[in-house]
Structure formats: structure tokens, C-alpha cells
């Protein structure tokens, strides 16, 4: 169960991480204006850098698209081993009512015991597991 856990929690992390730079990268990949800096004296230079820029950012957002789709996919198998978890942790099965059984016969056990022994000290001269 721990490292189900573990395994759940490092998914959300990622896909929360992943649903943070979607905006940012997406807005990017559409050729967004720069949040500072001024437009005017764009050399070819800058314009080229910019463009390759631009392509670097559409391959990490359609890297963070697949890792999103892959995150999607093993979120929705952990939620369905979940569903069978819970469907199989509410039916009552052969151990649990052997184990149910065997508690009450342990209990009766116990209480004969407990019977015997206070039968034996009350009997006139006991027996010979009495004796000291």
C-alpha cells in the first residue's frame, strides 16, 4: 500500500506540474508578445532566434502534452484498482469467516478453562494436579 501511495502522489505531483506550463507554453508556441522588452529594432538575428525559440517551445509543450495523455492513463488504471479494491474489501470471504470462527471457538476454549479451574479448586481434596 505504501508504495501505491508513493506511486499515486508522484503521478499527481507530475500532473500538476504538467497543468501549471500548459498556459505558459501554449501561449508561447502561439507567438504570444514577450511579457518585457521592446519590438521595435528586430534585427534577422533576433527574428531567427525568436522563431527557433518558438520551435523549442512547441516540443516541450507537445512533450508535456504526451507525458499529460501518459499521466491521464495510469491516473485512470490507479482509479480503477482502487474501485476493485474497495468492491473486493466490502465482500466477506471464506478467511474472513473461518477467522470469525476460529474467535469463537477460542473464546469457548478459554471459558472452559476457566470453568475447569475453578471446578478443580472447589472439589473436597482436589486432585492430584492440586497437590503442592
Avoid: C, W
Avoid at 516540443?59 to 501518459?70: C, D, H, P
Avoid at 492513463?73 to 470462527?101: C, N, P, T, W, Y
Amino acid at each position: 500500500m505504501k508504495g501505491f501511495l508513493f506511486r499515486l502522489s508522484n503521478v499527481l505531483l507530475g500532473a500538476l506540474v504538467v497543468l501549471a506550463m500548459l498556459p505558459v507554453l501554449n501561449a508561447r508556441a502561439q507567438g504570444a508578445a514577450p511579457l518585457a522588452g521592446p519590438t521595435v529594432g528586430r534585427t534577422p538575428e533576433t527574428v531567427q532566434a525568436a522563431d527557433k525559440q518558438g520551435k523549442e517551445d512547441r516540443e516541450v509543450l507537445a512533450a508535456l502534452e504526451a507525458q499529460r495523455r501518459e499521466m491521464n492513463q495510469e491516473l485512470r488504471q490507479i482509479k480503477r484498482e482502487l474501485a476493485r479494491l474497495r468492491a473486493s474489501r466490502d465482500r466477506v470471504s471464506l478467511h474472513d469467516v473461518v477467522s470469525g470462527v476460529g474467535y469463537i471457538v477460542g473464546l469457548f476454549g478459554v471459558a472452559a478453562f476457566v470453568a475447569s479451574r475453578k471446578n478443580a479448586s472447589k472439589s473436597p481434596g482436589g486432585t492430584a494436579d492440586d497437590a503442592p
